[in-house]
């Protein structure tokens, strides 16, 4: 009952007036282009409507009827032309949503020990279809944004920073306190209590005409059982309000007067330090405890380490490779490993029918693989006969053969399967004497492919060597970095040049900090911007060797890392300036770059060089001009 009384009394009209209306109204002016205007007014299509479907989060809580997003989105197919019909029933022909508006209401705590209804956030669950309708008519609301929003609206507006206006907020608040003239003034902080909740659905009506929003958008946004999504923060930005007009209420528990210090905190974020990017994944997860487990089985792991990377890089094709892997860990479907996972069986061997088929014995000692054993291991010191298993057997014989040899070695237990289960499924049954010389000609037969192709990618990249010059006339700046662990030092050298390939300016630059090498990469890419800047050379393209980085910059990405205030600047000064870009480039086309950065760890300070460059880059300039 309170709670009830509560929710009334919030969603409840304060039936504004006509003098409060027109007070708000007065400073406004119609905004929305006519194009945009008929562009709403279109009729709602099925791609809309199937847009909505699939931009939906899939396992947001669902509404009454139990049904996530997701099941909309795993049975389209089968659903969608019901689907569809309702929706487009509803946003094209008028029909009532009643029966689909009801929803159930959550409420979640804001604060640990909650006393008050308000110290409770309500969430509404409301019903697939009723958000497939909102979430449509959300999306195609976009469009009209540009033409209603203010340019200095940052809080809610895709690419703009809420923390723009907090900027600006300091700064005058840092101006009222230096000010010295005797005239005083003081800051007020108001927070507007429910400001969403309380919005006035006539001030929302009088707000999009005054706006010149067509009457057939206003009829189907004032359908009061039809909400647009709460959570779409384009909505948001449009229902602003700034008098008694629009309901809003002062919270007087959050609001204060304050003066603003001078200086701002950085907010703390939570990053997973194991990842560049900031952000936990599972990859990163598995290795740490992989790691754990090696250091708590053995005093000294590393032997191990080094066993397995030299396994994968033989030799050899990767599909042996895995096979070879699974049977070191005991993995592959023997009898015994098949009897342990609940399958009725003897667990004996299907070709001697008188031991135990373990990995160890349906690989090597088997009495059937004796002649394979023989032909194989001719000639060489015997073997040890009392192994634990496969892998202890792998890693005997790896000790007393060459690499080669123990390349053949893994075709052959590879081969050895293959057969043992072409016998067991009633394939073709080949003969075990024939393994050995399979073998042979199989892995003589790899490596003669794999040199050919080895000569082959050197023919087709042998006259690819040289740096290549733009074709447009625009300059390209290469630039490198490399950090220096026992100094605690970071090299960053760059190098711009024009379509002609003339080097225009050049400049070798020496930091005294300790740097991770992504944030190194990235400082390069950000001191080659501003040099290319300070010389006046744009616009221009920026090369990098460093693909990830590079990926960064263009994506957009704001990663919770290190990285993170860097791409920040990058970014901002590459969407002020035109024509300039990031881009990916192969290493050894990155040459020039390199040197001058060998050359910043043997100087002192800056260095920098305009239309001429050192003498430590002669070499790498005249291998770079074309012809």
Same mark, same amino acid.
């Given at each position: 009952?309170?709670?009830? +009384?509560?929710?009334?009394?919030?969603?409840?009209?304060?039936?504004?007036?006509?003098?409060?209306?027109?007070?708000?109204?007065?400073?406004?002016?119609?905004?929305?282009?006519?194009?945009?205007?008929?562009?709403?007014?279109?009729?709602?299509?099925?791609?809309?409507?199937?847009?909505?479907?699939?931009?939906?989060?899939?396992?947001?809580?669902?509404?009454?009827?139990?049904?996530?997003?997701?099941?909309?989105?795993?049975?389209?197919?089968?659903? !969608?032309?019901?689907?569809?019909?309702?929706?487009?029933?509803?946003?094209?022909?008028?029909?009532?949503?009643?029966?689909?508006?009801?929803?159930?209401?959550?409420?979640?705590?804001? &604060?640990?020990?909650?006393?008050?209804?308000?110290?409770?956030?309500?969430?509404?669950?409301?019903?697939?279809?009723?958000?497939?309708?909102?979430?449509?008519?959300?999306?195609?609301?976009?469009?009209?944004?540009?033409?209603?929003?203010?340019?200095? +609206? !940052?809080?809610?507006?895709?690419?703009?920073?809420?923390?723009?206006?907090?900027?600006?907020?300091?700064?005058?608040?840092?101006?009222?306190?230096?000010?010295?003239?005797?005239?005083?003034?003081?800051?007020?902080?108001?927070?507007?209590?429910?400001?969403?909740?309380?919005?006035?659905?006539?001030?929302?009506?009088?707000?999009?005409?005054?706006?010149?929003?067509?009457?057939?958008?206003?009829?189907?946004?004032?359908?009061?059982?039809?909400?647009?999504?709460?959570?779409?923060?384009?909505?948001?930005?449009?229902?602003?309000?700034?008098?008694?007009?629009?309901?809003?209420?002062?919270?007087?528990?959050?609001?204060?007067?304050?003066?603003?210090?001078?200086?701002?905190?950085? $907010?703390?974020?939570?990053?997973?330090?194991?990842?560049?990017?900031? +952000?936990?994944?599972?990859?990163?997860?598995?290795?740490?405890?992989?790691?754990?487990?090696?250091?708590?089985?053995?005093?000294?792991?590393?032997?191990?380490?080094?066993?397995?990377?030299?396994?994968?890089?033989?030799?050899?094709?990767?599909?042996?490779?895995?096979?070879?892997?699974?049977?070191?860990?005991?993995?592959?479907?023997?009898? $015994?490993?098949?009897?342990?996972?609940?399958?009725?069986?003897?667990?004996?061997?299907?070709?001697?029918?008188?031991?135990?088929?373990?990995?160890?014995?349906?690989?090597?000692? !088997?009495?059937?693989?004796?002649?394979?054993?023989?032909?194989?291991?001719?000639?060489?010191?015997?073997?040890?006969?009392?192994?634990?298993?496969?892998?202890?057997?792998?890693?005997?014989?790896?000790?007393?053969?060459?690499?080669?040899?123990?390349?053949?070695?893994?075709?052959?237990?590879?081969?050895?399967?293959?057969?043992?289960?072409?016998?067991?499924?009633?394939? +073709?049954?080949?003969?075990?004497?024939?393994?050995?010389?399979?073998?042979?000609?199989?892995?003589?037969?790899?490596?003669?492919?794999?040199?050919?192709?080895?000569?082959?990618?050197?023919?087709?990249?042998?006259?690819?060597?040289?740096?290549?010059?733009?074709?447009?006339?625009?300059?390209?700046?290469?630039?490198?970095?490399?950090?220096?662990?026992?100094?605690?030092? $970071?090299?960053?050298?760059?190098?711009?040049?024009?379509?002609?390939?003339?080097?225009?300016?050049?400049?070798?630059?020496?930091?005294?900090?300790?740097?991770?090498?992504?944030?190194?990469?990235?400082?390069?890419?950000?001191?080659?911007?501003?040099?290319?800047?300070?010389?006046?050379?744009?616009?221009?393209?920026?090369?990098?060797?460093?693909?990830?980085?590079?990926?960064?910059?263009?994506?957009?990405?704001?990663?919770?890392?290190?990285?993170? &205030?860097?791409?920040?600047?990058?970014?901002?000064?590459?969407?002020?300036?035109?024509?300039?870009?990031?881009?990916?480039?192969?290493?050894?086309?990155?040459?020039?770059?390199?040197?001058?950065?060998?050359?910043?760890?043997?100087?002192?300070?800056?260095?920098?060089?305009?239309?001429?460059?050192?003498? !430590?880059?002669?070499?790498?300039?005249?291998?770079?001009?074309?012809?």
């Amino acid at each position: 009952m309170i709670v009830g +009384q509560y929710f009334f009394g919030l969603f409840s009209s304060n039936h504004p007036t006509q003098l409060d209306m027109g007070k708000v109204f007065e400073g406004i002016r119609p905004k929305l282009d006519n194009t945009i205007s008929r562009f709403l007014d279109f009729t709602f299509t099925w791609e809309e409507v199937r847009r909505a479907v699939f931009d939906m989060y899939p396992t947001n809580a669902p509404g009454s009827d139990g049904l996530p997003a997701i099941f909309f989105q795993k049975y389209w197919d089968s659903i !969608c032309l019901s689907v569809v019909e309702a929706c487009l029933c509803i946003l094209n022909e008028g029909a009532s949503v009643q029966e689909m508006n009801y929803m159930v209401i959550s409420l979640i705590p804001k &604060i640990k020990n909650p006393m008050r209804i308000s110290d409770y956030r309500p969430i509404s669950l409301c019903n697939v279809i009723y958000k497939i309708i909102a979430k449509a008519i959300t999306n195609r609301f976009r469009h009209a944004l540009g033409g209603v929003i203010s340019e200095t +609206q !940052c809080a809610l507006v895709l690419g703009r920073l809420i923390s723009e206006n907090t900027i600006i907020g300091f700064e005058c608040l840092h101006r009222l306190k230096c000010r010295k003239r005797k005239k005083g003034s003081m800051a007020i902080k108001l927070d507007m209590s429910k400001a969403y909740d309380r919005v006035e659905w006539v001030f929302l009506e009088s707000m999009m005409r005054t706006l010149s929003f067509s009457e057939k958008w206003i009829s189907l946004i004032m359908r009061r059982s039809l909400q647009l999504d709460p959570a779409g923060s384009k909505m948001r930005t449009l229902l602003h309000v700034y008098a008694n007009a629009s309901g809003q209420v002062i919270n007087f528990n959050k609001s204060a007067m304050c003066v603003s210090p001078s200086y701002s905190a950085s $907010v703390d974020d939570i990053i997973w330090h194991y990842e560049e990017n900031g +952000q936990f994944s599972v990859k990163s997860s598995y290795w740490i405890g992989r790691g754990l487990m090696n250091n708590e089985g053995s005093s000294n792991p590393g032997p191990m380490i080094s066993w397995w990377q030299s396994f994968w890089k033989t030799r050899i094709p990767i599909k042996i490779k895995i096979f070879v892997w699974k049977a070191c860990h005991d993995w592959i479907s023997t009898m $015994v490993n098949i009897a342990c996972r609940g399958v009725q069986t003897n667990g004996l061997s299907g070709a001697c029918k008188s031991s135990n088929e373990t990995t160890l014995h349906s690989l090597w000692e !088997c009495d059937k693989l004796k002649h394979i054993r023989g032909e194989w291991w001719h000639g060489r010191n015997p073997l040890r006969s009392n192994h634990s298993n496969f892998f202890d057997l792998v890693c005997d014989i790896s000790c007393l053969v060459s690499s080669e040899e123990i390349e053949l070695f893994y075709v052959l237990v590879w081969r050895i399967w293959f057969c043992r289960n072409s016998k067991l499924h009633g394939c +073709q049954i080949y003969k075990v004497k024939d393994v050995v010389r399979w073998s042979e000609e199989f892995i003589a037969d790899f490596r003669s492919k794999e040199k050919s192709n080895r000569r082959g990618d050197v023919r087709s990249n042998v006259f690819i060597t040289c740096w290549k010059p733009l074709e447009d006339g625009a300059y390209k700046a290469n630039c490198d970095a490399v950090v220096e662990r026992m100094g605690n030092c $970071v090299g960053i050298g760059t190098v711009i040049r024009d379509s002609t390939s003339a080097v225009l300016a050049s400049c070798s630059q020496i930091m005294e900090v300790n740097f991770s090498i992504s944030v190194a990469k990235l400082v390069a890419i950000w001191k080659c911007l501003l040099f290319c800047i300070d010389c006046g050379l744009t616009p221009c393209v920026i090369e990098s060797y460093e693909a990830s980085m590079v990926k960064w910059i263009n994506d957009g990405d704001r990663r919770n890392s290190d990285c993170g &205030i860097i791409l920040s600047d990058i970014s901002a000064m590459i969407s002020n300036l035109h024509g300039v870009t990031v881009r990916h480039v192969q290493k050894r086309f990155n040459n020039t770059a390199q040197a001058l950065v060998k050359n910043a760890l043997g100087i002192s300070e800056d260095a920098l060089w305009m239309e001429e460059y050192p003498d !430590c880059i002669s070499k790498e300039v005249e291998a770079d001009k074309p012809g």
